[in-house]
Nanobody, 121 residues
Framework: QVQLVESGGGLVQAGGSLRLSCAASGTIHRIKAMGWYRQAPGKQRELVAG???????NYADSVKSRFTISRDNAKNTVYLQMNSLKPEDTAVYYC???????????????WGQGTQVTVSS
C-alpha cells in the first residue's frame, strides 16, 4: 500500500510564502508522476504543478513565476515553494502521484488527504 502525506499548509497574508511537502511511503517500485493539485470551494480540482515522466514539469499558467516544484528522489518527496501568494490561491492543496508498487503491478493513482492554504488580503 502507498500513502501520500502532505504538510506545510496554513494561513498567510497576500504577498507571503509557504512551502508544501508531500512524502510518498509504502511499497514503491517507481513513481511515474507526482505533483500538486488544488481545489477551491465550488471549483474543480486543478493541476498546480507536477513532474511527469522524463523529469519534465508542468505549471498552471496562474502560478508560473510564483510557484516552484522540486523533489528529493531519495526521500520520495516533492515540495511546492509558493511565493507572492494571492487570495485567489486559497484552496485545499492535494498531492497526487501515479505509482507502480512492484515491477509487475499496474500503475495506480494515489492522493494525499489535502492541506488547507488560506491567503488573506
Amino acid at each position: 500500500q502507498v500513502q501520500l502525506v502532505e504538510s506545510g499548509g496554513g494561513l498567510v497574508q497576500a504577498g507571503g510564502s509557504l512551502r508544501l511537502s508531500c512524502a510518498a511511503s509504502g511499497t514503491i517500485h517507481r513513481i511515474k508522476a507526482m505533483g500538486w493539485y488544488r481545489q477551491a470551494p465550488g471549483k474543480q480540482r486543478e493541476l498546480v504543478a507536477g513532474f511527469t515522466s522524463g523529469d519534465s514539469t508542468n505549471y498552471a499558467d496562474s502560478v508560473k513565476s510564483r510557484f516552484t516544484i522540486s523533489r528529493d528522489n531519495a526521500k520520495n518527496t516533492v515540495y511546492l515553494q509558493m511565493n507572492s501568494l494571492k487570495p485567489e490561491d486559497t484552496a485545499v492543496y492535494y498531492c497526487g502521484a501515479t505509482i507502480k508498487s512492484r515491477p509487475w503491478s499496474p500503475d495506480r493513482d494515489y492522493w494525499g488527504q489535502g492541506t488547507q492554504v488560506t491567503v488573506s488580503s
